[in-house]
């Protein structure tokens, strides 16, 4: 059997990119052992992915460089014996605890100019690969081969014993229907729909029905609480605000046990869309032509303003339309298309 080490990516929504690759991996004649070299904070999305043999730590922050210490997981590494290594980022230094390991076939693209660090460095053509996730996958290919497409989706994989656990820990019911709403963006604060807009949609779905769940990180605290306080001034049902209360791997129990997700371009919509939630998708400064959310449940809003997409972590214009023009009402539209039975 092949061992391949897959040194993944630092962001959630690219994790979950790289999976049509792992697939596509263990698809070959005679299936690999695949390693994933991990940041530990991801490590539950690895372990969620049934393409992953193992999941190994990397301990390295990002933009560190401690040549010394790559050198030593390098040494570690060689003592697994790997056939290749895949470097989905595109750094210098994701490269060299598989050089320092001595890696016989080493794939990644060109990136930093890693020729020496990569022995089978693939120069990108952007036309031909337009998402990250074929970019990814191509590097299952042998060089210059096409990609074979449709890519498969990214799947995870559910514990509803977990989930269990998770809802009983919060203090949350599941029988009743949830929406789950993803206010962040790690990138900035142009890639967030505006507070007021998801305390709008948190009371029209309250209103049938729903239990309304704001799922995210502690650093989407703040805008979560705006929301919540909102949605409470209006005397609507309770939002629960589960910001920064979960691990990753809780949040993901949570978004599996929802009828609807509304998110911003973010790590959890991918990971909504790999949980086969129907979910609609908000872009405004990025673009949904690189990183959308790839599954047959999940619908895309972009205004596709002339400005749009920026890719600018503040509107550089000052005005913010791109987000603050997608209205509630228009996401609820798309929401009754998504929904059984026309209405959410």
Known sequence: MDKILVVAPSWIGDCVMAQPLLARLKARPRPPRIDVLAPAWSAALFKRMAQVDAVIENPFPHGSLKLLDRLRLGRRLAAARYDQAIVLPNSLKSALAPFFARIPVRTGYVGEARYGLLNDARRLDKTELRLLAERYA????????????????????????????????????????????????????????????????????????????????????????????????????????????????????????????????????????????????????????????????????HLGLPCSPCFKRVCPLGHFRCMLDLTPDRVLEELARLVPGGDP
């Open 138 to 301: 191509a590097l299952a290919e042998p060089a210059g081969a096409p990609l074979a497409r449709p890519l498969p989706y990214p799947h995870l994989m559910v514990d509803a014993a977990a989930r269990r656990a998770t809802l009983t820990r919060l203090g949350l019911e599941g029988d009743g229907p949830v929406a789950v709403l993803c206010p962040g963006a790690e990138y900035g604060p142009a890639k967030r729909w505006p507070a007021p807009h998801f305390a709008a949609l948190s009371r029209a779905l309250a209103r049938r029905g729903y239990a309304v769940w704001l799922v995210g990180s502690a650093k989407d605290r703040e805008i979560a609480q705006e929301i919540a306080a909102a949605a409470r001034n209006q005397g609507t049902a309770p939002v629960f605000d589960l910001c920064g209360k979960t691990s990753l791997e809780e949040a993901i129990d949570l978004v599996s046990a929802a009828r609807l997700v509304v998110s911003n371009d973010s790590g959890l919509m991918h990971v909504a869309a790999a949980l086969d939630r129907p979910l609609v998708a908000l872009f405004g400064s990025s673009s949904p032509a690189y990183t959308p959310p790839l599954s047959s449940r999940a619908r895309v809003l």
